[in-house]
């Protein structure tokens, strides 16, 4: 299927759908990805035909044959974005197309047919004007949408890739997902990897969350709240914070670890790297090690850290935590860059600020 071509949707609307009472029940204290709305979305792709029975459906269970080769291989990818209600009603999302393009980037990546960068945000338009009502009002709250692709061939064979596929959006109302301000402590993690040169980290794929429960349980032991991630080769050059990206603050200037393969190219850290400039800041990519880390903090050359994504926007980092040793980042609180960077993207999302790069999509 090219890019010229269109999808038409099917719709089949919920005879089961939950009441407004209900509905407002969930909305007042929504969690993150515990409850989802009363529809989804489906495409299904087959080999030589391309994408076709393109669905709007009541949400519910799937019926998978045993062999299907998402159980066995792995073979899945997906995104997440939000859709936000702003203060004039209208209900956006932010950068869908970057998304898009980071879904099809990951499809290379795991041998999975690309979608159509229309088709993947008109899935998001129709799926969120159908669950409007599902969209928070609170201040902070958001709809959490959550795009995926999973192989559905029936085969136990490894010498080549599923020749069926099945795309989905689904969506779940949610709070802030660190507490909002709240700083979070770290642990760094020498014992296990997130991702190494030529493998899967730079693709939005489940098995790179899978390998990393362990660490980010051995965090939780520690006392922590996240895990920080370190390159493959020597364990000491900063990549990741569980599954988001860090920013370093020296004063004025932020440096975020480059983009090598192995860290994923995240939205959020995109538009921060813009934004800066916006700000006054000056925004930079490179590396830094364990020991820079930690001698910055204590010199008070370092003065802030924050971590970054869809889910937790921009959440700043207090303390650090390893095998051989600890610090505080700061005074352990969040820091006034961090602060107004996240306001600023914040701002954007919401509608409460200007939109200079024209990031902000209407989904209805």
């Known amino acids: 299927m090219t890019t010229a071509q269109k ?7 919920s005879d089961h759908a939950r009441t407004s009472a209900e509905r407002e029940q969930v909305l007042a204290s929504p969690g993150f990805g515990q409850v989802f709305t009363d529809h989804m979305i489906s495409i299904d792709y087959t080999e030589g035909r391309g994408w076709h029975d393109a669905r709007l459906m009541p949400y519910g269970p799937l019926s998978l044959d045993p062999a299907t080769s998402v159980f066995h291989y792995a073979q899945e990818l997906f995104e997440g974005l939000k859709a936000y209600r702003q203060g004039n009603g209208a209900i956006v999302s932010f950068r869908p197309y970057a ?6 980037t990951s499809a290379a990546r795991m041998a999975m047919p690309g979608l159509p960068e229309d088709t993947f945000v008109e899935s998001l338009e129709l799926l969120v004007q159908t669950d409007r009502e599902w ?27 599923s020749k069926t596929y099945k795309y989905m959006v689904i969506a779940s109302p949610a709070a ?28 939005k794929c489940g098995g790179n969350y899978a ?3 362990v660490a980010q349980r051995q965090a939780v032991e520690q006392g922590c709240d996240q895990v920080v991630w370190l390159d493959a080769h020597e364990h000491r ?11 370093f603050v020296f004063g004025d200037r932020l440096l975020t670890p480059a983009l090598t393969g192995t860290l994923l190219p995240g939205i959020t850290r995109d538009s921060i790297l813009t934004l800066a400039g916006d ?13 820079e880390w930690q001698a910055g903090c204590e010199s008070g050359e370092l003065t802030e850290v924050f971590a970054c994504g869809t889910a937790a926007v921009v959440t700043p980092v207090g303390a650090v935590k390893g ?5 505080t980042v700061g005074d352990g609180t969040q820091g006034p860059v961090t602060r107004r960077v996240r306001e600023e993207l914040t701002g954007i999302q919401y509608g409460t600020r200007p939109d200079p790069h024209g990031w902000v999509h209407k989904l209805c």
């Open 7 to 13: 999808l038409s949707f099917d719709v089949q609307l």
């Open 99 to 104: 998304n898009a393009a980071r879904f099809n």
């Open 135 to 161: 969209v928070p009002a609170t201040e902070g709250h958001s709809l959490y949408l959550r795009p995926f692709m999973i192989a559905t061939q029936p085969a136990l064979g490894v010498n080549y890739p």
């Open 176 to 203: 802030a997902y660190f507490g909002g301000d709240k700083a979070v402590s770290v642990w760094l993690s020498t014992e296990y990897t997130r991702a190494a040169p030529g493998g899967t980290g730079f693709a």
């Open 211 to 213: 390998a990393a429960f």
């Open 237 to 247: 050059y900063v990549e990741e914070m569980g599954g988001m990206n860090l920013f």
């Open 279 to 291: 700000l006054g800041l000056k925004a930079e990519e490179g590396r830094i090690s364990i020991e």
């Open 323 to 327: 095998a051989d040793r600890a610090w």
